[in-house]
């Protein structure tokens, strides 16, 4: 999809190449926030999301070869780390209430260089989409900001 400024992204499956990359984009974005983690976490989490996996999917948007941008995507309470609905996951983490038939999308993030570029719409858009037509039909997604 073409962005202002010139190029086109490209959103395509998280890779094992890109989780240095990745890393830094989402270091960079939530420093400062509660939501702000350790490098080591940051990339444990990335790495965990390359394989195939069919209840969860870390999406990214290229440019011009370079990650740039990330939302995560899940399908099931499990894959959210809250199996059987509990408040907190196994890492501690919280949780943001997520209708059982919605998909979940977090973690979106774009780096500073690049924004205002239409990127993180590009990603919406494939995130929303793949969320339509994933195995379980979701009509709707549910953003954790």
Known sequence: ?????GGAVTVRALRGEDVRRV??????AFKGTPDERPRARVAKYLVDRCA???DQVCLVG????????????SFTEE???FP?????GASGSRSIPCPADAAYLCN???DASQRGRGIAKSVLLAAEA???RSRRGERSSSLSS
């Open 23 to 28: 890393a830094e984009v989402m270091l960079e």
């Open 108 to 110: 979106v993030a774009v």
């Open 84 to 88: 059987n609905g509990t408040a907190r």
């Open 130 to 132: 793949l969320g339509c």
């Open 62 to 73: 290229v440019l011009d070869g370079d990650p740039v941008a990330i939302a995560s995507l």
């Open 52 to 54: 195939p996996d069919p």
């Open 1 to 5: 999809m073409p962005v202002s400024g």
């Open 79 to 81: 894959a959210r780390g």
